[in-house]
């Protein structure tokens, strides 16, 4: 389950002496989620099938042989702050449009990327994360042109975003050439859609 999206799901008690369990409902880590107070819920059933919910953010579920006992957290445990900075971040992504012919980037773009980069922790992903930069080129021209286009798309924008910090690992840098372009336009079809680079964490 992560944590980083609305919590919710139903836990079985397998039935306990003493509190010796919990269950914690976490704030989203995502500031447009907090804003927006998506919490979400998480149901715990009891082994006699009773039915205790817990729907706001900090509120606790302790478990043990009866109902469970539900408490409201006055701050965040550490532990979970731990537990959350660990976590995979969401998929988050961004699209980098070229003109024809075009792979060096310009200032521009330049600034979109690097502010996309530093935008909401984006330059420091959690463990677990990739970042895929696949850059395309439209169906005009031939298709190793094409392919040499993209290719140089990828490294340029790959090259920008480690210097604003990210980790691109060297193959995660891919040149797709005109093939989508082709298989959506038809061949020799100039197609401003196609000239793009996207990078993706995920």
């Not at 039935?15 to 704030?27: K, P, Q």
């Not at 043990?64 to 959350?84: E, F, K, N, Y």
Request: net charge negative; charged share 25%; with cysteine.
């Amino acid at each position: 389950m992560k944590a980083a999206l609305a919590l919710a799901g139903m836990l079985v008690l397998a039935g306990c002496a003493t509190y010796s369990e919990r269950v914690t409902l976490l704030e989203p880590v995502q500031a447009e989620k907090r804003a927006g107070g998506e919490i979400g819920a998480v149901a715990i059933l009891a082994e006699d099938g009773s039915e205790t919910l817990i729907d706001a953010a900090g509120e606790q579920a302790q478990l043990g042989s009866g109902a469970p006992r539900i408490v409201q957290l006055a701050a965040a445990d550490p532990l979970h702050t731990a537990i959350m900075a660990d976590l995979p971040r969401e998929r988050s992504s961004v699209s980098i449009a070229f003109r024809t012919g075009q792979s060096a980037l310009d200032p521009e773009q330049i600034t979109q990327l690097t502010q996309w980069a530093l935008s909401d922790g984006e330059a420091g992903p959690r463990p677990g994360s990739e970042i895929v930069v696949r850059a395309y080129a439209d169906a005009f021209g031939s298709e190793e042109e094409n392919l040499a286009l993209s290719q140089e798309r990828a490294r340029a924008v790959a090259a920008q975003l480690r210097a604003a910090g990210l980790d691109i690992e060297k193959g995660a840098a891919q040149g797709m050439g005109e093939y989508a372009a082709q298989a959506d336009t038809g061949d020799e079809v100039r197609s401003p859609k196609w000239r793009r680079v996207d990078v993706i964490i995920r």
